[in-house]
């Protein structure tokens, strides 16, 4: 399930919304995603929160902040599915780094 202002955020149509989001190729830029794979395992594995902020470079190039926090368990099957939301925080990485 996605709700909000995905489609803002993100650039994408929102059929396409949980594939893009399964795809950390597309969803995190290129700096950022080992860390943010690392992580990841880590809380998938251990089954803790995970809250992470990372880089998100849309289709037309804009640069947005994202913070992810969301809460892991694992299904019947094995999987493992993440509960939480996105949010844009690229108004307060901005400040934050020009205040540096």
Known sequence: YVAGKAYETLGVQPQDLLDYLSTPELLIHEDDRQRM???VL????????LDQQF?????????????????????ADGR?????YLSDVTAEREQADALE
């Open 37 to 39: 794979l690392d992580t």
């Open 42 to 49: 880590v809380s998938a594995q251990q089954l803790t929160p």
């Open 55 to 75: 880089r998100h470079v849309s289709a037309d190039g804009v640069v947005r902040w994202l913070h992810a926090r969301s809460i892991p368990h694992r299904e």
């Open 80 to 84: 493992t599915v993440w509960n939480g």
